[in-house]
């Protein structure tokens, strides 16, 4: 995929959490029908190919994802999370541990502009405080994998 403007990459954030809360809310509906259901008359082609490519990577994705949450964050069952947060936290992880399409810091940046604009008052802080915490584990787990690999050279 070509690469996008960092303004319509951030509307097509917007957009793909606004169809996985929708999709959160309606647990039988397939992502692709929640795609075309989405009105996006107005929008540009290419913030609907990323914002489509956003919910069916987090959709396909999301048991991992979820195993990736519930194994960093004590106390903290996904399934327990305010919808937005739960989503945007789904989308930075997608989009930067997964999928490698953005840095790390961008996403989680992202993740906690999302969380402000749909979430609650708490939702920001709760958002950069779950991905700090689960980047930090997953920085720590690669740095002690290559750490041993070095050991047996």
């Known amino acids: 995929m070509k690469s996008i403007l960092p303004q319509k990459r951030?509307?097509?954030?917007?957009i793909a959490l606004q169809i996985l809360y929708s999709m959160?809310?309606?647990?039988n509906i397939k992502p692709e029908v929640a795609v075309e259901?989405?009105?996006f008359e107005t929008e540009d082609e290419e913030v609907r190919s990323y914002a489509e490519r956003l919910v069916?990577?987090?959709h396909e994705n999301r048991n991992g994802i979820d195993a990736m949450i519930r194994q960093h964050i004590v106390g903290w069952r996904p399934e327990r999370m305010v919808i937005v947060d739960r989503v945007a936290i789904r989308l930075a992880l997608f989009e930067s541990t997964v999928a490698g399409l953005i840095p790390v810091p961008v996403a989680i940046s992202e993740a906690v502009e999302l969380a402000k604009h749909f979430g609650t008052a708490e939702s920001g802080k709760f958002v950069n405080g779950v991905l700090g915490k689960i980047v930090r584990a997953l920085e720590n787990k690669d740095g002690d994998q290559s750490d041993a690999r070095d050991r047996h050279r």
């Open 10 to 14: 951030r509307r097509s954030r917007e």
């Open 24 to 27: 959160e809310m309606r647990e």
């Open 37 to 39: 259901l989405y009105p």
């Open 56 to 58: 069916l990577g987090v």
